[in-house]
């Protein structure tokens, strides 16, 4: 029998509905409103609200936590998902950074992943824009944390816009790792044009630069072209891609790493 997770009205309904439908993934409209006893009108206008703070994309009938070519997961999504292959790419990338170095690092969830091991090259000078991974790094010994400022964005828990872009772009770092959306064998993409503007200011700012996507992001493009595959000088992938995606960005590309997964 399927548990309903009763909420109050208004606000606590409307995030025990993002939740699940986090969960989920994907949820018809149908299901929400039995789930939660309220009308398909209301559970309309409960994912209007949602969508329109960047939790859920509505689709005819229903709602999902999914990226599309248009729309970016919420960070409370993306961090839930391939998580194995994130730590995968993230401990092939961490092999890659010297102690006594620098780092600069996007908002992504890959990125957050490689943020957690960063610990076991220091000395480190790591630079980024992601609130979570400077609450995350911010205790560790051995780094020398600078944070990237501008206009906080909650649905990425991240700082964007002019000051950042700005502030990337009085640096230079030994590498740069970022990771995006969606991957084509010529280009990177990404959905929302002030992360895209954050990220070009990046790569034009790293002496290397390391392109950290998981599989699912293989063979997919979104609205808005980051850079071609030519800016990257290593792109890292999970084992779980295809071995012929991979073939393809080799054919393109001369150096594209395979991170194996641990297999439960």
Do not use: W
Not at 104 to 113: G, H, Y
Not at 163 to 191: G, I, L, P, W
């Amino acid at each position: 029998m399927k548990s309903r997770p009763r909420a109050a009205s208004g606000a606590s309904r409307r995030q025990a509905m993002a939740e699940h439908v986090m969960r989920q993934g994907s949820v018809s409209m149908t299901e929400l409103a039995e789930i939660f006893e309220v009308s398909v009108m209301t559970v309309h206008r409960d994912l209007d609200l949602l969508e329109s703070q960047g939790m859920v994309r509505k689709f005819r009938g229903g709602a999902s936590a999914q990226a599309s070519s248009v729309f970016e997961s919420n960070i409370a999504y993306r961090k839930t998902a391939q998580t194995a292959e994130k730590e995968a790419i993230a401990r092939h990338v961490v092999g890659l950074i010297e102690p006594g170095s620098s780092v600069m690092f996007d908002d992504s969830t890959t990125a957050l992943a490689v943020a957690r091991h960063l610990g076991e090259v220091t000395p480190l000078t790591v630079v980024t824009n992601f609130l979570e991974a400077i609450r995350l790094l911010a205790p560790v010994p051995g780094i020398r944390l600078m944070a990237l400022g501008g206009e906080y964005y909650p649905t990425h828990d991240s700082f964007l816009g002019v000051a950042c872009v700005d502030a990337v772009e009085a640096m230079n770092t030994d590498t740069v790792v970022v990771s995006t959306s969606a991957v084509s064998d010529r280009h990177a993409f990404h959905q929302e044009q002030e992360i895209v503007l954050v990220k070009r200011a990046m790569l034009a700012s790293g002496t290397r630069c390391v392109l950290a996507v998981d599989h699912t992001k293989l063979d997919r493009v979104a609205l808005h072209r980051v850079a071609p595959l030519e800016a990257f000088d290593i792109i890292v992938v999970d084992s779980r891609a295809p071995a012929e995606a991979i073939q393809r960005l080799r054919d393109r590309h001369h150096r594209v790493d395979v991170a194996e997964v641990t297999e439960p």
